[in-house]
């Protein structure tokens, strides 16, 4: 960086000299995902091939019936992008539209794809009779156009779409089907981390369990209730809800690891995140990492905690 620019940068945003620092090498390392470097084929790792979750494997995808008997047998955890998401998530979502048995479904979208197979899923679903629900997040960052015209379409197949809740971030990604069946009313659920996006979930590390138990259906039916029907509840019974009870179960959960960690007891703390920047939560880690906690956590962005400070965060690692 030129000495005569730098100076010029000074002067127009009305910083000091130490206002600028000087980045040796790559300042955006994520842009060179953008380059396309073709006929140089030993430049590239091999493309990832996702497998199909084994208890799924050998399912007939036309027969909804052996996709939902699977499920009863016990729940299924998959893990993308190492687990396919189209033989898992979407295909849970496919039959739960094609199959007569099925009465409705109801899906949060938060991001999705350009070309979406999810939101073709839910058209069919329906076109075919289901009563579908869908609640569309517009304050996803970047994607508040496409969320709405994806809203849009489903409107015009018969959809009912909920357009977030005002002042609140819709982050959830659920989805519910309801399903009769001959010992009655059946609900079948699907829990994600991910977006329910085809492309990302090729990407990114996520998990995702597709269940029927009963208590996990009657949490989430009570979560739809609150987001589609604008029913106030203040239990969701297994499931911790921001901003009604996750952050008083967090707390408590970092003391308890303190309170051990002050007994001799066996503790530690190991938590995944897209970011930590809560002041709260940060003084309560900070707290249980000088009660002796031994405390790893690996955060994907912004991250406002220091780790490894003698006498306040000794004993926490952040990986990036």
């Known amino acids: 960086m030129p000495e005569e620019l730098q100076q010029w940068l000074e002067k127009q945003l009305k910083i000091d000299h130490?206002?600028?620092?000087?980045?040796?090498?790559?300042?955006g390392p994520g842009e060179l995902t953008a380059f396309r470097i073709t006929g140089n084929p030993e430049l590239h790792y091999p493309r990832h091939q996702p497998v199909t979750h084994k208890r799924l494997a050998n399912l007939n995808p036309y027969r909804p019936d052996d996709f939902f008997n699977e499920i009863k047998k016990g729940s299924i955890l998959v893990q993308h992008p190492y687990h396919d998401f189209d033989t898992s998530t979407l295909r849970f979502l496919q039959n739960a539209g094609r199959d007569p048995k099925v009465l409705a479904i109801k899906l949060t979208i938060y991001r999705t794809s350009s070309d979406s197979p999810i939101i073709k899923a839910l058209t069919e679903a329906a076109l075919n009779g289901k009563q579908v629900a869908v609640l569309v997040e517009i304050t996803a960052r970047f994607d508040e156009a496409p969320n709405i015209a994806w809203g849009e379409k489903l409107e015009s197949a018969g959809a009912h779409v909920v357009y977030g809740m005002e002042q609140l971030k819709t982050h959830v990604k659920l989805g519910l089907v309801i399903r009769e069946e001959e010992n009655g009313i059946?609900?079948?659920?699907?829990?994600?981390?991910?977006?329910?996006?085809?492309?990302?979930?090729r990407m990114y590390?996520?998990?995702?369990?597709?269940?029927?138990?009963?208590?996990?259906g009657k949490s989430v039916a009570a979560?739809?209730?609150?987001?589609?029907?604008?029913?106030?509840?203040?239990?969701f019974g297994s499931m911790l809800v921001a901003p009604h009870n996750l952050r008083?179960?967090?707390?408590?959960?970092?003391?308890?690891?303190?309170?051990?960690?002050?007994?001799?007891?066996?503790?530690?703390?190991?938590?995944?995140?897209?970011?930590?920047q809560d002041p709260e939560m940060i003084r309560e880690l900070y707290k249980a990492s000088a009660a002796g906690v031994p405390i790893t956590l690996s955060i994907r962005g912004l991250c406002c905690l220091k780790d490894g400070i003698k006498g306040l965060s000794e004993n926490i690692t952040v990986i990036s």
């Open 186 to 201: 059946k609900q079948y659920v699907h829990v994600g981390t991910g977006n329910y996006h085809s492309g990302t979930a």
């Open 205 to 216: 590390e996520d998990l995702g369990l597709i269940t029927c138990n009963s208590n996990i």
């Open 18 to 27: 130490g206002g600028i620092q000087m980045v040796h090498g790559l300042l």
């Open 223 to 235: 979560v739809f209730n609150e987001l589609t029907g604008a029913v106030s509840n203040k239990c």
């Open 248 to 276: 008083e179960r967090f707390t408590e959960m970092i003391r308890r690891e303190a309170e051990n960690a002050q007994k001799d007891l066996p503790c530690g703390i190991f938590a995944k995140m897209n970011q930590l």
